[in-house]
């Protein structure tokens, strides 16, 4: 940002307001014509009332976008006084009412700054580079490795460009390249300056210092918090970088501390009605095997932090409930088991009457096989009684099968989670009514059922089942 004693009116780059991406202001016409130094017409693109911030303190002034170059903006004579700034050449600082700003003074930077001319006039031709000897204006005593600039001018604003380039001057004369990308010749007249020249070593021997106030605090971030600072976009100005970590800085105790801990807030109140409401219930998500240790550390690392903690509130979320009822089934932490209430029921069934009662108690069996070993082997007597044109005829082995049936449901075992990380085990069986599997794996040191498999003889004739198990 420069300060303009000699310019009427703030000017802000187009670039800087194009960066403001959606939250730039719309801009009014202006229709006062603004010139450079050099007489030449200025591109403006209009006015608008733009938040300017120096040094933390921040001034709502009528600034105009127009195409400045490399310059970001301009503080004209507007902003100087209508804010009572009072300029010190001697100190080299901007003085405002309540804080002092340090200026970079031109004349301290561009003291060694030369400027190239045409020695002659040069003709360009179109769509060429010429390479070009040209004259300095200032002796820069023997062969000094330099900064080429071209002016604003030369900037692509104009048919003809000069690149930006690391050059070598002799004495007075320095050697660059000129570009017409136009289909015609471009004539360029004799002693018309076209760049400047800056050595090198003066570059970085000058001692540039950002701009400070006398009134501003040092903003300290904590060490667990800098990395929200390196990591903002690129994009940003440096004043919008400043913004953010003095932000950041004065609201630290809102970010999760260097003990990974969220804490807690007193700053919100809010009651849930518990004596008529329903309880809020979501049903848990199916999650698959191999998020599952996943889920368990993320809910481990909640449960250390005091984010969560255990419940047997009828209210539920997913994932950290320690059980769930589910189609007939409890899952829990320890494996998949019935569900007593579905069972209960199972106690007190009557003694089948006909084929229809029959299907009815087989029905439940069955939706609970997976829990009962050798199912299909122990309801085989009931099942014979379900098939076309048999007989309803309750004998004893009916009887035992039944009875057998409602112990084993009663009291079924917790079936154990596949871990894809283990070996599975298959045990196979068979026997003149049926066939069966158990899947198992040895987890902790134990080995757990994780499904019984069965499938009955129906319809099959015996030399058949006599072929299956010999085998």
């Not at 700034?85 to 561009?110: C, E, H, M, R, Y």
């Not at 849930?272 to 998500?285: A, G």
């Not at 004893?396 to 075992?413: G, M």
Request: charged share 25%; glycine share 6%.
């Amino acid at each position: 940002m420069l300060v303009d004693t000699g310019s009427a009116v703030t000017l802000i780059s187009k670039n800087v307001y194009e960066k403001l991406g959606e939250i730039k202001p719309k801009l009014t016409e202006v229709s006062t014509i603004l010139t450079t130094a050099d007489g030449e017409p200025m591109k403006v693109m209009g006015a608008s009332n733009l938040l300017l911030q120096l040094n933390n303190h921040g001034f709502i002034h009528s600034a105009i976008v127009a195409d400045l170059g490399d310059i970001a903006g301009i503080l004209g004579l507007d902003f100087l006084s209508k804010y009572e700034v009072t300029i010190s050449a001697s100190q080299g600082t901007l003085t405002f009412p309540n804080f002092t700003v340090k200026l970079l003074i031109d004349s301290d930077v561009q003291a060694t700054c030369a400027r190239v001319q045409l020695a002659d006039t040069v003709q360009v031709p179109g769509r060429a580079k010429m390479i070009v000897r040209e004259k300095i204006d200032a002796d820069l005593t023997g062969n000094v490795d330099s900064i080429l600039e071209p002016i604003d001018g030369f900037q692509g604003e104009k048919h003809v460009l000069i690149p930006k380039s690391v050059v070598q001057t002799s004495d007075t004369e320095v050697v660059f390249s000129i570009l017409n990308p136009t289909p015609h010749a471009v004539i360029l007249k004799r002693n018309l300056t076209v760049a400047s020249l800056q050595p090198i070593k003066e570059i970085m021997e000058e001692n540039f210092q950002q701009p400070t106030s006398s009134t501003e605090k040092s903003v300290k971030i904590p060490e667990h918090l800098q990395a929200l600072t390196e990591n903002v976009s690129d994009n940003l100005t440096f004043s919008q970088r400043s913004d953010i970590g003095k932000a950041i800085s004065e609201y630290a105790d809102v970010f999760v501390g260097p003990d990974g801990k969220l804490g807690r807030t007193d700053l919100v109140e809010h009651s849930i009605l518990t004596e008529t409401d329903r309880p809020v219930k979501v049903l848990p998500r199916r999650l698959p095997i191999s998020q599952r240790e996943v889920a368990a550390a993320e809910i481990d690392k909640m449960l250390k932090n005091d984010i969560i903690e255990p419940s047997h509130s009828p209210y539920s979320a997913p994932i950290v409930l320690d059980e769930v009822k589910y189609l007939g089934h409890v899952v829990s932490a320890d494996g998949i088991k019935c569900d007593p209430e579905k069972i209960n029921s199972v106690k007190n069934w009557p003694v089948p009457e006909s084929v229809s009662d029959v299907r009815s108690f087989l029905g439940i069996a069955s939706y609970y096989r997976k829990f009962i070993d050798k199912f299909s082997t122990i309801a085989f007597p009931l099942t014979q009684l379900t098939c076309k044109d048999k007989r309803f005829i309750w004998t004893d082995e009916c009887q035992e099968s039944f009875v057998t049936l409602k112990n084993a449901l009663i009291s079924t075992k917790v079936l154990a989670y596949p871990m894809r990380t283990d070996k599975f085990i298959i045990d196979t069986d068979a026997s003149n009514f049926g066939m069966g599997a158990v899947l198992s794996q040895v987890q902790n040191g134990e080995e757990r059922v994780i499904a019984y498999g069965v499938r009955p003889f129906l319809g099959l004739k015996g030399d058949t089942v006599r072929l299956i198990e010999n085998f």
